[in-house]
Nanobody, 116 residues
Framework: QVQLVESGGGLVQPGGSLRLLCAAS????????MGWYRQAPGKERELVAG???????NYADSVKGRFTISRDNAKNTVYLQMNSLKPEDTAVYYC??????????WGQGTQVTVSS
């Protein structure tokens, strides 16, 4: 059974940085585009960044230039480096396959709170 475990979230001041990590069991990474999603209170889950097995990336306009997604296929791990964080980045962050229609069971996510 595939499991996704996200970590690295926390409370950070505006302008700060965090690095999220997603570890997966099974062969979920093989040939799959992986992504980081987020869901803020009262809002729908949205995709913020994606990365192909070959390393091609794309980002939501709201995070371009601030977030960097990367992956280590040998370790079945996806990372999200988040810089210049803003209060509107506050959300629970999840990783999964892109697009969401192909997603496997969602993990528990990791809470990111940007506040002074």
């Amino acid at each position: 059974q595939v499991q996704l475990v996200e970590s690295g979230g926390g409370l950070v001041q505006p302008g700060g940085s965090l690095r999220l990590l997603c570890a997966a069991s099974g062969n979920i990474f093989r040939a799959n585009v992986m992504g980081w999603y987020r869901q803020a209170p009262g809002k729908e889950r949205e995709l913020v960044a994606g990365i192909s097995s070959g390393g091609r990336t794309n980002y939501a306009d709201s995070v371009k230039g601030r977030f960097t997604i990367s992956r280590d296929n040998a370790k079945n791990t996806v990372y999200l480096q988040m810089n210049s964080l803003k209060p509107e980045d506050t959300a629970v962050y999840y990783c999964n396959i892109v697009p969401a229609i192909l997603a496997v069971s969602w993990g528990q996510g990791t809470q990111v709170t940007v506040s002074s």
